[in-house]
């Protein structure tokens, strides 16, 4: 029996997010986000890029999704831009950015492409950012009147809905270590945004049940289910405490199990939660999107402000510097699995950044990524043999961009991006994918 053999109906696609591709940053009557403003921040960004230009898909949409029908791709999972659809923030809704997201989805769709879209990855309104951000309660109602605009406007050519994109990056990479905008660094500000960003999702679902429509919502978290650095109790408690900071204060709340006591109690940490909170964040789900990259072993670290650290692990590590962990997927799937009781999941990213080159044939040979997107690919065909609820595979991501804070140095892409000229190279990882989707992946 092959090892990448699939179901038949195992969703195929690719992700991006707005700011990371879209470019047009000055056009179609968007506003400024958080990562525009953080960009210019001396330090902050590689090389002081932003996303401007990104891969411009905004003018591009067309020859990319011709590409991942070419490829065989069955669903593209894009975000749709906040500060694009109403740039200030809250209010008056721009039509030319609702027009933009319509016109993909229907592209999509001639396509024979499912549109799964992210309401939201990261791309805040400054405008908000200015009254607080996600620290201040005020950003959950403004997310749940975005979010409905969106069910509004777009509930009728969007197949699958992914409310947030990756809590524990919005809340700590932004609020806590400030290597993400709005690079704020500072615990309570931190944990504020964790439970703001916890009750704008279960808001937005909340909302979204009102309207009728029945594309399946649910939430993409990047979870982290690390194992311990040693058999040291310490180092076994230290792998547990960082799975409930980082992962149970997101996925508990949403499962209607509330905080972890190990954070409340043991850290004797807080949410600044308001009567009814809780009912609200627990809205039931229709699926989970995990993001998956890496792991590294945890140890106890009584210097550390939260107690514990990673520790280096020997794998082999991509351009990113993170290491190769296959069974690290396989632990948060099968806990997930455990703790949600069997809701549907989608990995919704996984990928791997290379030192990728177009040669004079035009062809990237990108074995490395090959090699990391069997190993996971393999583990999740076995998985689902296995009876883990497994539904379908996003490779992170369709096309190389703009990676954050480390600007263009990383590719991701299983396509390559020339940015000089915008043209596109498929790699070959982009054909190794089309052929395990196609069902003949081993040969
Ligand atoms: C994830 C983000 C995504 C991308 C990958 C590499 O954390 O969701 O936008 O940057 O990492």
């Known amino acids: 029996m092959p090892k990448l053999d699939f179901p038949d109906d195992f969703v195929w696609g690719t992700a991006t997010a707005a700011y990371q591709v879209e470019g047009a940053g000055h056009e179609g009557g968007r506003s400024e986000c958080i990562w525009d403003t953080f960009s210019r921040v001396p330090g902050a960004v590689y090389g002081g890029e932003n996303g401007d230009i990104a891969c411009d898909q905004y003018h591009h949409y067309r020859e990319d999704i011709a590409l991942m029908a070419e490829l065989g791709f069955k669903s593209y999972r894009f975000s749709i831009a906040w500060p694009r659809v109403i740039p200030s923030g809250t209010g008056k809704v721009n039509p030319e950015g609702i027009a933009y997201y319509r016109t993909l989805c229907e592209e999509l769709h001639r396509n024979g492409i499912k549109a799964c879209a992210t309401i939201y990855h990261w791309d ?228 791997y950044a290379g030192d990728d080159k177009v040669d004079a044939e035009g062809r990237v040979h990108d074995r490395e990524r090959i090699r990391y997107l069997r190993k996971h690919l393999e583990l999740c065909g076995d998985l689902i043999k296995e009876g883990i609820n497994l539904k379908g595979y996003y490779a992170w991501s369709f096309a190389d961009n703009f990676e954050w804070a480390y600007g263009y140095t990383k590719r991701f892409g299983i396509v390559y991006v020339d940015y000089a000229t915008q043209k596109r190279y498929p790699k070959d990882s982009a054909y190794f994918f089309r052929d395990v989707i196609a069902g003949y992946g081993e040969w």
């Open 124 to 351: 805040l309104p400054q405008i908000l950012q200015d009254r607080g951000g996600w620290a201040d309660r005020s950003v959950v109602e403004a997310f749940t009147e975005y979010a409905g605009v969106c069910f509004a406007e777009l509930g009728d050519c969007v197949d699958r809905w992914i409310t947030i994109n990756e809590p524990f990056c919005i809340a700590y990479l932004g609020y806590y270590y400030g290597v993400h905008a709005p690079g704020i660094r500072n615990i309570d500000q931190a944990l504020r945004a964790v439970h703001h960003v916890n009750l704008a999702h279960g808001s937005a679902v909340r909302a979204y049940r009102k309207t009728g429509l029945k594309a399946p919502i649910g939430i993409t978290w990047n979870p982290s289910t690390p194992r311990p650095a040693t058999r040291n109790e310490a180092d076994k408690k230290a792998a547990l405490t960082a799975r409930a900071l980082e992962t149970e204060v997101f996925i508990y709340p949403v499962l209607g199990k509330g905080y972890p006591e190990i954070v409340t109690g043991d850290l004797g940490l807080s949410f600044p939660v308001q009567s009814g909170d809780l009912e609200i964040i627990a809205q039931p789900i229709d699926f989970i999107g995990v993001n998956y990259y890496n792991e590294s072993p945890v140890a106890f670290d009584g210097k550390a402000p939260l107690t514990y650290s990673s520790k280096p692990s020997w794998q082999d590590t991509s351009e990113m510097g993170w290491p190769t962990v296959p069974q690290g997927l396989k632990r948060q799937l099968v806990w997930i699995q455990e703790v949600s009781g069997g809701i549907p999941m989608y990995i919704t990213e996984n990928g």
